[in-house]
């Protein structure tokens, strides 16, 4: 079997444009989708696809790891970002080739299953892009929440650290207490609660006034509370508070895992399957992970194909605690997508069909072409004019 051609199909989801990557084989019918989605660089990732098809066509598909090989090294540039995201979409394609050639579902070819269930967690507002980072009232918040409870599941996460500097504002500090306490309030014990700081602070300092003030309400753990690769602050931080730390979702290189891993400071790590290098990329950071002790939960706002790796994936890894979904983050979410992921309280099932189990409808990702994606980046702006993380 060989494979005889990668291509890319591009579906408008707002803040996204979701990157669908199908590879086809000599094998007549025998295609796989995989999902590169990488925020406000759609065209980069597209064109990276593009120039690491030709070191891939002709070799067997499944080959996995032959040619991740193929594509990571005979590539002499370190790949970043868009070229690892290329990497992960055709790779996830290859999985879904070898399950249907097989006639098995991909979490087999990964271990097989080691949980008959996977709990996961939603955003407020179910994934809509206003709801998730414009909630910034405690009225509000509460009412979100308790919509997605009413949905069945059983966490949710929320952004409500504000944009800051190197100085947590008392103002502010006492605005996200008030928030977590609205929030337990509303959903008692029994629902976890996250909250995504998304490397806002740009102190260890004002990350802690913040994560000091969200205690009480016990957060399943706080992520990303200072900016990517920061170790040093992320290690200060660990020393100075109980509350759960999770990273990694910007992490993509095995190496940078690795420095992240020796500094001791998280309980959750995040790598993102679409941006690591594929699912097997994925189980290596997992088992590395399992070692020391951390769990996982994968980073996942992305598109349907995305989803459903996810779900494989955590079907079949040990250290898995909670998967991130963003399922009907746009109307058109199961139009263009037809997958295994089913929901009973809060739990996605283990799918059993062929491969990812996933059909594509060319048709329907045509009436949702490329648009440029709302930059809320744009956001990240304090009063005095000076531009933040966002």
Avoid at 19 to 30: I, R, Y
Avoid at 106 to 126: E, I, N, P, S
């Amino acid at each position: 079997m060989k494979i005889t051609s990668v291509s890319t199909r591009v579906v408008n989801a707002e803040m996204r444009n979701w990157v669908f990557v199908k590879v086809g084989t000599d094998d007549p019918g025998l295609f796989g989708w995989g999902e590169a989605t990488l925020e406000w660089k759609t065209r980069a990732v597209v064109g990276a696809i593009e120039d690491l098809a030709p070191l891939i066509v002709g070799r067997d598909p499944r080959d996995i790891e032959q040619a991740v090989r193929a594509m990571t090294k005979q590539s002499f540039w370190r790949l970043g970002a868009v070229g690892m995201s290329a990497v992960s979409g055709i790779e996830l394609a290859l999985w879904d080739i070898f399950g249907k050639h097989l006639d098995v579902p991909v979490w087999r070819l990964l271990g097989g299953k080691v949980r008959d269930k996977v709990g996961v967690y939603t955003h407020l507002g179910m994934g809509d892009m206003r709801a998730v980072y414009e909630t910034n009232e405690v009225e509000p918040l509460i009412e979100r929440a308790r919509e997605v409870v009413e949905q069945g599941y059983r966490a949710f996460k929320a952004v409500i650290v504000p944009y800051t500097h190197f100085h947590a504002p008392l103002p502010e500090v006492d605005k996200v207490a008030r928030m977590m306490q609205g929030l337990r309030e509303a959903v008692g014990e029994e629902v976890e609660i996250m909250v995504d700081f998304h490397g806002r602070p740009a102190s260890a300092g004002a990350a802690l006034a913040y994560i000091e003030a969200l205690a009480p309400g016990r957060p399943m753990f706080v992520e990303e509370p200072v900016q990517p690769g920061d170790f040093a602050s992320l290690t200060n931080l660990a020393r100075r508070t109980s509350v759960p730390l999770a990273t990694g979702e910007r992490l993509i290189d095995r190496g940078e895992f690795d420095a992240l891993f020796a500094t001791g400071a998280i309980d959750i790590v995040q790598p993102d399957i679409c941006h690591c290098g594929g699912l097997l990329e994925a189980k290596k950071i997992a088992a590395r992970a399992e070692v020391l002790g951390i769990g996982v939960a994968p980073h996942n706002p992305l598109g349907p194909i995305a989803g459903v790796a996810a779900l494989h994936f955590a079907v079949s890894t040990p250290n898995h605690v909670i998967q991130e979904e963003m399922v009907g983050a746009v109307p058109w979410y199961y139009e263009v997508v037809d997958g295994p992921i089913r929901q009973v309280d809060g739990f996605w099932q283990v799918p059993e069909a062929p491969g990812l189990g996933i059909t594509v409808d060319e048709a329907a990702c045509a009436r949702h072409p490329y648009a440029q994606e709302v930059l809320h980046t744009q956001n990240a702006v304090l009063a005095d004019g000076t531009i933040v993380d966002w």
